[in-house]
């Protein structure tokens, strides 16, 4: 039975590898590790082959069967697919760098301009020197994992990593061209050295929202920072977002369906976000423009001459009380937290509204308004359990 992209995205790693069959000996091997990687069946001069193809979802399944077909019609002809054809004419040696400025232009319209500068500074400072001059079909394996090596030296186990993701984009897009037969940075991931266990930001405990909104309801500094506060609680964003927040960018506030659109650039992951926003949101919104008025910022400066600073929540969640015991960002883990133990709400729903995206996701195949119906009735449950959990303190 062929497969299908629905069926190669719903794959996930188990305790063992486990292989899925499309037609003519195209495989997809999917690790323990949850990583997934195409490969093709074959027989040579009697002997059984596999062959490497690239991996998924950077290689989608279309462009995996026109690499079969590619490979079938060199059976054909007595020649073995894992071999690259030696072209005995001058042909012009295609270097890395050569190839890595063709893939970044074929693929930088996808990203933000923030990130596109962030790639190219990364793969300037740590490839070029060691890679750059080389012939692509030259580099193999072990001259990869050595610039990668000099990175992890330097403690940079994060950069090391975006490194071989981008390094490997490369070689892939070469591998789709038919520039070279074998990926070498396939399982490069298995030797490289893992990144630190990040350290998780302060948060509030379940058992201590009731107190927290009753601190931020009783905030005695500027009124806007309260409602900033309670606005980035009860919709699960993240700083940046609040404090940048536009008027323009509230849509259907007195209708039935009141809506936040975030734009791509603001966001973490360079891709527009909505958030459904609750009656009480609304509510919020409302009081906000208050305090508002001449500036096209939500949350604006007391002077209204910018929006407000980077720490303003944070010194104000420390005047509370809170100082080393929780961080603002620290609301999206505590919404986190009670939403995944209710049980009624779907994982899925919880993470598109927290907006994490993985980060070899397709960008193409985002959809900035997955689940919002659902999100919008979880919202509305977040903000009546938070006001639920406030008239309790109070009584």
């Known amino acids: 039975m062929a497969l299908t992209d629905a069926a190669c995205r719903a794959a996930k790693g188990q305790e063992k590898l486990y292989k899925l069959s499309d037609a003519g000996g195209l ?13 093709l069946a074959y027989r040579f001069e009697g002997k059984q082959k596999n062959l490497t193809l690239g991996t998924y979802p950077d290689m989608k399944l279309v462009e995996a069967r026109d690499l ?15 071999i690259v054809k030696e072209d005995v004419s001058s042909a012009p040696v295609r270097t890395f760098q050569e190839m890595y400025n063709e893939w970044f232009e074929k693929k930088k319209n996808r990203w933000s301009e923030g990130q596109s500068i962030r790639i190219a500074s990364r793969m300037k400072r740590n490839v070029m020197a060691d890679l750059g001059p080389l012939d692509i079909t030259k580099i193999d394996a072990d001259t990869i994992l050595k610039v ?5 030296d330097r403690d940079a186990v994060d950069m090391a990593k975006r490194v071989r993701q981008s390094v490997a984009n490369v070689f892939q897009y070469c591998q789709g061209l038919g520039v070279i037969a074998v990926d070498p940075t396939v399982n490069m991931s298995k030797v490289m050295k893992t990144p630190p266990k990040k350290k998780r930001r302060s948060f509030v405990r379940p058992s201590g929202v009731p107190a927290l909104m009753v601190a931020i309801r009783d905030y ?3 009124p806007v920072t309260r409602l ?3 606005f980035t609680l009860r919709n699960m964003v993240r700083t940046k977002e609040t404090r940048f927040a536009a008027w323009s960018e509230f849509e259907d506030l007195d209708g039935k369906t009141p809506l936040w659109r975030i734009p791509a650039e603001r966001m973490k992951v360079g891709l527009e976000h909505l958030v459904p926003l609750s009656s009480q949101s609304v509510s919020l919104l409302r009081e906000a423009k208050k305090f508002s008025l001449g500036t096209d910022y939500v949350f604006p400066t007391e002077s209204r001459e910018g929006v407000m600073s ?8 420390y005047r509370m009380g809170y100082h080393s015991t929780a961080t603002v960002h620290g609301f999206r883990t505590t919404a986190s937290t009670i939403l995944n133990e209710n049980g009624h709400f779907n994982s899925d729903w919880i993470e598109r509204q927290l907006s994490h995206v993985e980060e070899n996701q397709v ?14 009735e979880m919202l509305q449950w977040w903000s009546d359990y938070l006001d639920e959990k406030l008239k309790a303190a109070g009584e």
């Open 310 to 317: 980077y720490n303003t929540m944070l010194y104000a969640l």
């Open 228 to 230: 900033a506060l309670e």
């Open 220 to 222: 005695d500094g500027e």
């Open 148 to 152: 990668l090596r000099k990175i992890e």
């Open 363 to 376: 960008r193409a195949a985002y959809n900035a308004a997955e689940y919002i119906n659902q999100r919008r």
């Open 68 to 82: 079969r077909d590619e490979a079938k019609r060199r059976l054909r002809k007595g020649e073995d697919p894992a």
């Open 27 to 39: 495989q997809l091997w999917v690790h323990p590790t949850g990583s997934r990687t195409w490969r």
